[in-house]
C-alpha cells in the first residue's frame, strides 16, 4: 500500500513539473509573437510616413496669403507706423530709445538680379518623407497680384540738400565748386540692407567716396535702403540708421520690407526721388554694394557724352527666358508673364545711365505693372519709352570670363581689374585690397610703371560696343574671388 501511494506521488510529481515547463514554453512563445508583432507595427508606420511632421498653412478670412508666407502683418504702413526718423539729415534729432512695435510693411515682392539664366539655379530642397512634399513657389503669387498696385510708401530718411553742391566744401583739401546750388555730375546710388554697414562703409572710403575728379567733375553717393523683416538680426536697426545718417548723409530708407522682390519698389521709388530732389544731375551709376566700381573708367567712358540725351549703359541681357521651374528663386508663373522673352535689361550689379534717361524712367514706370525681379522691370519701362541699353564689356555683373588667350591669368589681378568698370561678386576685404592695389603708385602692369589711375579708353568709346549680343544663357562665366 505504502509503494502505491509512493508510485502515484512520484506521478504527480511529475506531472507538475512537465505542465510547469510547458507553461514556461507557452510564455516564451507568447512573447516572442508579441515582439514580432511590435517589429512588424514599427515597420508599417516607418514605411507610410506617419511619423513625419504634417505641414500645414492656414490662411484665414482675415490674413493676407503673401504676409502669411513671408510673416509679414497685414496692417498698412504710414497710418499706424510707431517709427519716427530725422526728416532732414542735418538735425541733430534721433528717435528715442524706446520699445518698437512690429513693423508692418503692406506687401512683399522682391527681387532677383535678373535672372533667367541657365547658371544661375538656385534650387531648394524638400524635405525628405516617404510621400514628397509638393514644390511651393518662393512666395505667394496670388497675393502679390492683388497688392502689387499698392507702390507708394513713405520717405523714412532723406537727403534732400544732397544734390545742393554749390558752394559747399568738399573733403579733404576743402575745395569750393564755383556756382549756385550746382548738381553733382554723377551720381552713385547703391542697393543696401540695414544689417551691411560694413559693406557701405568700404563704399564710402573707396570707390564711392564723394567729392571732386579731375576738371572739377563733383560726385555724389547715396544708400538705397527698405526696413528690415527680420528685426532680430539686427536690434535697433531704426537707431542705427538714423545715426548713420546724420553721420554720413547718405542713406534714403523707405517704409517697405526689404525683401527679395521688393527691390523693384526700391527701384522706381529711387527714381522718383531723383526726379524730385535730385532733377538735374548729369548721370547716374547704379549699383550694388558688393560691386567693384573704376569710378576713373566710367567717367572716361562719359567725357563727350550729352547728359540731355538717352544713355543707358552695361552688362545687357537679351534673349533671356523667364524661369518656369518652382524651385527656382527666380520662378515666374505664366499667368504673371506669359511672354517667351523678357525685353533686354541690364544686371542689376551695376549700369549708368544719364540724367535725362532717369527722368523719362521715372515717368514710364508709373506705367508698366510691377514686376518682381526689378531688373527685367526696368528693361520694360526701357522698352516703353524706346531706349534700347548699350552692352559694354567693362560692366561684368556676372563675374569674370576665363580668358581663352592667358588660362594662367589670375581673376584678382588688379592688372585685370583696371581696364574694367564693374565687377560683381566680392567681399569688403577684396574691395579693399582692390582699391588700394589699383591706387598704388607702384603698381606695374606689363612692365608699365604709371599710376594705376592713367585714361582709361574704350576702343570706339561708346560707339559699337566691343562684342556681339549673344544669348547670356550660352555664355559661361566664372568667379573665384
Known sequence: MSRRLQMMLRRMVMMRRILHMKGDVMCTVLLLVLFCLLLY??????SSGWDKPVWKLHIHGSTNPSRTLLGASGA????DSQREFPSSPSGPQLPPCKPQSRLKSPQSKSKSKGKSKSRRRNAVPTKAAGNPLPTMPPFDFAGYMREKDNR???LLIDQPEKCHIGGAEEEGGGRKESGSNAAPYMLIAVKSIAADFDKRQVVRRTWGKEGHFENGVSIRTVF??????????LPLWDRLLAYESHTFKDILLWDFEDTFFNLTLKETHFLNWVNSSCPHVKFIFKGD????????????MLRGQEPDGDLFVGDIIINAKPIRRRTSKYYVPEFLYGGGLYPNYAGGGGFVMSGHTARRLSSACQQVELFPIDDVFLGMCLQLIGIKPSRHQGFRTFGIPRPSAAPHLQTFDPCFYRELMVVHSLRVPQIWLMWNLLHDPKLSCHNRTSKSSWPFKWRGKLGPMVGEETDYDEKRVFVTH
Not at 538705397?224 to 538680426?233: E, I, Q, R, S, W
Not at 554694394?289 to 572716361?300: F, K, P
Open 41 to 46: 507595427a514599427r515597420h508599417i508606420v516607418l
Open 76 to 79: 498698412k504702413v504710414g497710418q
Open 152 to 154: 507708394n510708401f513713405k
Open 224 to 233: 538705397l535702403l527698405g526696413v528690415p523683416k527680420n528685426h532680430t538680426a
Open 289 to 300: 554694394a558688393d560691386v567693384y566700381v573704376n569710378v576713373e573708367n566710367i567717367l572716361e
